[in-house]
Nanobody
Framework: QVQLVESGGGLVQPGGSLRLSCAASGSIFRINVMGWHRQAPGKERELVAGISDVFTHYADSVKGRFTISRDNAKNTVYLQMNNLKPEDTAVYYC????????????????WGQGTQVTVSS
């Protein structure tokens, strides 16, 4: 099993900043891709940003405002969110895709429990 634990959400005023963290633990041999998704009330879950060893990807709506980074030694991914807008309000979920330890090459795709980000004055 692979567990993801997010932290760093909260209430912030428009124009403010937050930093989300997500730490993965468990039977991990390698994590290929980590990412952040979000889901606002009444809307579908959408990809915000993703990162691997060779690429980073951002949704158009967050380019220039959000930065995703990763600490491979800690199996942790971060999302620095600047110039937050009310439309960024959502539950943010961490996702990790990789390979289990144990030598059989079994893949995993795990999700965190979500952390609430609210942007409001």
């Amino acid at each position: 099993q692979v567990q993801l634990v997010e932290s760093g959400g909260g209430l912030v005023q428009p124009g403010g900043s937050l930093r989300l963290s997500c730490a993965a633990s468990g039977s991990i041999f390698r994590i290929n891709v980590m990412g952040w998704h979000r889901q606002a009330p009444g809307k579908e879950r959408e990809l915000v940003a993703g990162i691997s060893d060779v690429f980073t990807h951002y949704a158009d709506s967050v380019k220039g405002r959000f930065t995703i980074s990763r600490d491979n030694a800690k199996n942790t991914v971060y999302l620095q969110m600047n110039n937050l807008k009310p439309e960024d309000t959502a539950v943010y979920y961490c996702n990790a895709d990789g390979v289990h330890s144990g030598g059989y090459g079994r893949r995993f795709n795990s999700w965190g429990q979500g952390t609430q980000v609210t942007v409001s004055s």
